[in-house]
């Protein structure tokens, strides 16, 4: 039983447009939500993370939203840029370790 | 500041062999450790988790075993390898279980053949 679903796998976006990367979650008890980027044959690094009792995060180009009545978040990367191109995790957690979507392919057309 | 340490970085061993994955981590004490696993067509699946030293918590019945001899050292083993576990294996390490942000190594490409 997956509690964590990225249901798109990938996703191509022209350089200088804006990215939207898709979440949802099926457990109630979830109160912090984090992204992770990954290149291949390396570890995830942290992108940006929110608390459940904020429906917004901002962090230069990367925004997170929070919708939990409809168990959903977002991650919105404006402009996007060749480097963004990556492997993007949705993560959450109850107070227990991180639950991990099966991320989404991002790729940033020039 | 704080650094974590995987290796081997890629590994090949055949079916029924063993297997020791070593992770480390350097400027932090009493850290909460982890194994996580990706494979193929897979999301990143939680192994084994450990908030101190000797304690272990396994997420996932599988032909896999953790220990950690030492506050910063975390290792992934098995006596005898199956094709199905070969994937890409992630140590990471926190300050906290949950709601916190985990630290990843740069994890060890493992192929069973």
């Known amino acids: 039983d997956q509690q964590v679903k990225q249901n798109s796998p990938s996703l191509s976006v022209q350089e200088g447009r804006i990215s939207i990367l898709n979440c949802d979650y099926t457990?109630?008890?979830?109160?912090?939500f984090l992204w992770y980027k990954k290149y291949p044959a390396e570890g995830p690094t942290f992108l940006i993370s929110i608390s459940s009792i904020k429906d917004k995060n901002e962090d230069g180009r990367f925004t997170v939203f929070l919708n939990k009545s409809a168990k959903h978040l977002s991650l919105h990367i404006v402009p996007s840029q060749p480097g963004d191109s990556a492997v993007y995790f949705c993560?959450?957690?109850?107070?227990?370790?991180?639950?991990f979507g099966k991320g989404t392919r991002l790729s940033v057309i020039a | 500041s704080q650094t974590i340490h995987q290796w081997p970085a890629t590994l090949v061993q055949p079916v029924g062999s063993p297997l020791s994955l070593e992770c480390t981590v350097e400027?932090?004490?009493?850290?909460?450790l982890y194994w996580y696993r990706q494979a193929a067509g897979r999301g990143l699946q939680l192994l084994f988790y450990?908030?101190?030293?000797?304690?272990i918590s396994s997420e996932v019945p599988q032909n896999l075993s953790a220990s950690r001899p030492q506050d910063r050292q975390f290792i992934l083993s098995s006596k005898k390898l199956l094709l199905s576990d070969s994937g890409f294996y992630l140590c990471a390490w926190s300050v906290r279980v949950g709601n916190y942000g985990y630290t990843f190594g740069s994890g060890t490409r493992l192929t069973v053949v």
């Open positions: 400027g932090t004490s009493n850290p909460n």
């Open positions: 450990s908030v101190g030293i000797g304690q």
């Open positions: 993560a959450a957690s109850d107070g227990t370790p991180l639950v």
């Open positions: 457990n109630s008890m979830f109160d912090y």
